[in-house]
């Protein structure tokens, strides 16, 4: 077993509360935190430097005691959270190992999508447990964030069974689904999420920049708002469409792919190529996108030859 307090315990569905640390009180890591609080644990110690991680603190922890050393908050914790950019995170890792501040039997958890512990090996060769627990969401910084993780799932990894109980448990605790993934597939599992999401904001947003120069084309006596028309006009389909290719998977594909009409996809292309003669640079290549995203879509139906035709020589 382990003197992890969080198992040191008689019934381990009631878990010991933990004196948590985060290092650092950006978005994900202060509703992670404060999903903690929610549960009992106390969040006594915080790494925030700049101001605005430290009004963060103020208003969403303001029972925590706010630090600008790293070393400082890991030495009051029996949960240390390391909330940081991923590309700081092994940078942060070894400044803690160096100062010794850790101490054996901590609980050390990244909340890095594309780690997993191998990044904490300095902390573990010095006693801690470590764990990456990687929620699923996209935070905006506002106390939405920490509901929104009662219903997130969570990646976790960790070395050994013993650090996979703990990651669940943690998870579990705050209403969470941990899913487990293996260290080796860490990068193909933040692949997947940054695919999925981050590049689903750059789609709509082309969507609506080209939606809403078409409105304003129409709108000659200004009783229309471009602005707001746009979204509003999307948000129904697009919102239509996730919930059912989440439901259905490949099955939901509808438009001019899926029923092979290669004449309505040259069409588009066309008309999206004379748009964007006249577009800021910025939004030239959604063109390409448009085209790109076609050929996956036209990967998950039996493409007819005219649309494949289409589709290869818009190259």
């Known amino acids: ?36 609080e929610s549960v009992g644990h106390v969040v006594g110690a915080v790494l925030a430097r700049s101001d605005e991680s430290r009004e963060r603190a103020a208003l969403r922890l303001p ?4 630090f600008d050393n790293a070393a400082d908050v890991a030495a009051r914790s029996e949960l240390l959270i390391l909330a940081v950019p991923d590309d700081e995170l ?10 010794g501040a850790v101490r054996p039997g901590t609980i050390v958890a990244h909340v890095a999508g594309a780690h997993g512990t191998a990044v904490l090996d300095p902390l573990t060769e010095l006693g801690a ?4 627990l990687h929620p699923a969401m996209t935070f905006v910084g506002g106390p939405e964030d920490t509901e929104r993780l009662q219903s997130a799932c969570f990646a976790v990894t960790a070395a050994d069974e013993v650090g996979q109980t703990v990651g669940d448990s943690l998870v579990y605790e705050i209403g969470g689904q941990p899913v487990h993934i293996a260290e080796a597939d860490r990068t193909l599992y933040h692949a997947a ?11 709509i947003s082309d969507a609506v920049t080209v939606l809403r120069s078409v409105i304003e084309r129409a709108d000659v006596d200004g009783t229309s708002s471009p602005l707001r ?38 069409a588009h292309l066309d008309a999206l190529r004379d748009w964007s003669a006249g577009a800021p640079a910025a939004d030239a290549t959604i063109v390409d996108a ?26």
């Open 1 to 36: 077993m382990t003197d992890s307090p969080l198992l040191g315990v008689a019934d381990p569905s009631a878990p010991a509360r933990l004196a948590v640390g985060l290092v650092s009180a950006g978005r994900v890591g202060t509703a992670l935190a404060q999903a903690l």
């Open 90 to 99: 092994a940078a942060i890792v070894a400044e803690l190992a160096s100062s």
């Open 193 to 203: 999420l940054a695919h999925g999401a981050n590049h689903l904001v750059a789609l």
């Open 229 to 266: 028309s746009a979204p509003e006009m999307l948000a129904p389909l697009v919102t239509a469409a996730l919930a059912n290719v989440l439901e259905q998977g490949p099955s939901a594909l509808t438009g001019p792919v899926a029923r092979g009409d290669a004449d309505a996809v040259a």
């Open 290 to 315: 448009y085209l790109a995203q076609a050929r996956r879509a036209a990967a998950h139906v039996p493409a007819s030859p005219e649309l494949a035709r289409v589709l290869g020589e818009a190259s």
């Open 63 to 66: 029972d925590s005691e706010v």
């Open 129 to 132: 447990l470590p764990l990456a």
